[in-house]
Each structure stands twice: as structure tokens, then as C-alpha cells.
């Protein structure tokens, strides 16, 4: 039994991680390519003045964007499908709350990825141990 809920864990950490490497791989091309066409000027909110560098500064933050912006997704949509109805309703009625809380992932996705991987390391040795 304890097996098979560990394997469920080890699946959602698995699909977290998947999915946030994906949106940033995704992020980091959509967002370096308009780095690369826009290496011919300059712009006054990023203080970098080799092109080359700005280029890859936008594409690490559309990187970093795309992939926050999954990684508040997932986590909203797991607190929410533990509630009962009568709390989505009023998660419902009170939308900006969980809008923020997947804005809110800009802050928390770096720690919380880091204790997501660390996670599934330990439950990936734990569970093929045996």
C-alpha cells in the first residue's frame, strides 16, 4: 500500500519537474529570439551593453517567467482539487486569490523546485531500493 503512494508522489514530483523544464525551454527559445532581434538596440530597463548578454538575459527571464508561471499552476490546481465543494466555491467567488497565489510562484518556484527535485530523489532511491 505505502508503495503505491509513494509511486503516486514520485509521479506528481516527476510531472512537476517535467513540465516546469519544458515551459522553460520554451520560455528561454520564445523569449531569446526576441533578444536576438532586438540586439540592435538599446534599451534603457536593461543595463547590459553587450548585445550578446542582453540576448541571453531575456531569454533566462522568459525562461524564468513561462517556468514560475507553470510551477503556480500546478500548485494551485493541487490545492484545489483537495477542497471540498463548498471551499471551491468560495475559492471561486474569491478568484484573485488563487490568481495570486500562481503570480505569486516568481517568488516561491526556485525554492520550491529545489525541495521538489531534492523530494524526488529521496522517494526515486527509497522506492526502487528494495
Partial sequence: MKR???FNMLENRRRYIVLTSALF???FVLYGSI???TMQYDFDFINISNPWLRALAIALL???FF???MSGI???TRFISKRSFNEKIILAIFFVVPMYIVLGAAFYSIPYGIYNFIKYRQLKNNLYSY
Fill in 67 to 69: 517556468s514560475s508561471l
Fill in 62 to 64: 522568459g525562461g524564468y
Fill in 4 to 6: 503505491n503512494g509513494g
Fill in 74 to 76: 500546478i500548485v494551485v
Fill in 35 to 37: 533578444g536576438l532581434l
Fill in 25 to 27: 525551454g520554451v520560455g
